[in-house]
């Protein structure tokens, strides 16, 4: 099941200078402090605002609420932080500098954005070869056990369950499909202005923000490091999907995945300090 949401008035509590600031935000310099929005807060709002089709209304009319309701936004900007990986913030004493990878930011494409996305008729395959491209990035991911129990089947064998609850909030921009059916075409959150790095003797090459720090600075922040989404949010603002998972004997898990994915033309990313010290700055490529 999914539901389109739109922001009306979003995240009243913040004032004019705020919301100028979050405009600003991709153009402050290193040592500027950045004001992140709650991202309970931006979903509070959001919730309030469910648009769904009145079955005593047409789909013409109801397209035309659902846009009415959505240019009350203009070109909403939020700040909000992602879901982050401390072990892919690497300190490299001999060059000075923290290599922030790009499995530092917790981009990743999963099935359950995509099935949002899809159900909301935003994207039209699930296909990582034939989608339009989507670089996403995630901002909350929780996984809580609810609870243990007994299953069994028509044969009375029995088996231990676990039943899960999964939360996935998500914040997403999608583009054209890229020109070749290629993976590398869909990775997600591919960023113009970092660098090429190798670490520990590995054969792979991964892509990273180059931060430089004197090495007494960075003992400071070490595991500390935050890193920022700044975008618009466009048009439907927000989706939502719910999926489940029956558990089965050689997979004894039940599973309730509840994904929300915001909408959004994402501008830039920002990694930040414990005081909320902008550390760098980071473009998004442009969209094919």
Same mark, same amino acid.
């Given at each position: 099941?999914?539901?389109?949401?739109?922001?009306? !008035?979003?995240?009243?509590?913040? &004032?004019?200078?705020?919301?100028?600031?979050?405009?600003?935000?991709?153009?402050?310099?290193?040592?500027?402090?950045?004001?992140?929005?709650?991202?309970?807060?931006?979903?509070?709002?959001?919730?309030?605002?469910?648009?769904?089709?009145?079955?005593?209304?047409?789909?013409?009319?109801?397209?035309?609420?659902?846009?009415?309701?959505?240019?009350?936004?203009?070109?909403?900007?939020?700040?909000?932080? !992602?879901?982050?990986?401390?072990?892919?913030?690497?300190? =490299?004493?001999?060059?000075?500098?923290?290599?922030?990878?790009?499995?530092?930011?917790?981009?990743?494409?999963?099935?359950?954005?995509?099935?949002?996305?899809?159900?909301?008729?935003?994207?039209?395959?699930?296909?990582?070869?034939?989608?339009?491209?989507?670089? !996403?990035?995630?901002?909350?991911?929780?996984?809580?056990l609810l609870e243990d129990y007994t299953g069994s089947n028509a044969m009375g064998a029995t088996i231990a369950i676990q039943k899960w609850h999964h939360e996935r909030i998500v914040i997403s921009?999608?583009?054209?499909?890229?020109?070749?059916?290629?993976?590398? &075409?869909?990775?997600?959150?591919?960023?113009?202005?970092?660098?090429?790095?190798?670490?520990?003797?590995?054969?792979?090459?991964?892509?990273?923000?180059?931060?430089?720090?004197?090495?007494?600075?960075?003992?400071?922040?070490?595991?500390?490091?935050?890193?920022?989404?700044?975008?618009?949010?466009?048009?439907?603002?927000?989706?939502?999907?719910?999926?489940?998972?029956?558990?089965?004997?050689?997979?004894?898990? =039940?599973?309730?995945?509840?994904?929300?994915?915001?909408?959004?033309?994402?501008?830039?990313?920002?990694?930040?300090?414990?005081?909320? !010290?902008?550390?760098?700055?980071?473009?998004?490529?442009?969209?094919?």
């Open positions: 099941m999914f539901r389109i949401v739109t922001l009306l !008035s979003v995240i009243l509590a913040i &004032g004019q200078a705020d919301a100028a600031t979050a405009k600003d935000a991709c153009a402050l310099a290193p040592g500027e402090k950045l004001n992140i929005d709650d991202l309970d807060v931006v979903l509070g709002r959001t919730a309030e605002n469910v648009i769904e089709k009145n079955t005593f209304e047409t789909t013409e009319e109801f397209e035309a609420r659902k846009a009415a309701a959505v240019d009350t936004i203009g070109s909403k900007t939020v700040v909000l932080a !992602s879901d982050v990986d401390q072990k892919h913030a690497i300190y =490299d004493a001999d060059k000075g500098a923290w290599f922030l990878t790009e499995f530092f930011p917790s981009n990743g494409r999963f099935i359950f954005i995509d099935d949002a996305l899809k159900s909301a008729g935003l994207i039209v395959s699930t296909d990582y070869y034939e989608t339009e491209r989507i670089k !996403s990035d995630v901002l909350r991911s929780v996984d809580e921009e999608i583009s054209p499909k890229p020109p070749t059916k290629s993976k590398d &075409g869909v990775e997600l959150f591919a960023y113009a202005d970092t660098v090429q790095v190798n670490f520990l003797g590995s054969d792979r090459t991964y892509s990273a923000l180059r931060i430089d720090m004197p090495r007494d600075q960075a003992l400071a922040i070490n595991g500390k490091i935050g890193f920022a989404i700044v975008a618009d949010l466009v048009d439907p603002v927000r989706v939502e999907s719910q999926t489940f998972i029956a558990p089965e004997f050689d997979n004894p898990y =039940d599973r309730t995945i509840d994904t929300t994915v915001f909408v959004a033309n994402i501008r830039c990313g920002i990694a930040f300090g414990p005081d909320h !010290s902008i550390l760098a700055t980071v473009q998004t490529r442009p969209p094919y």
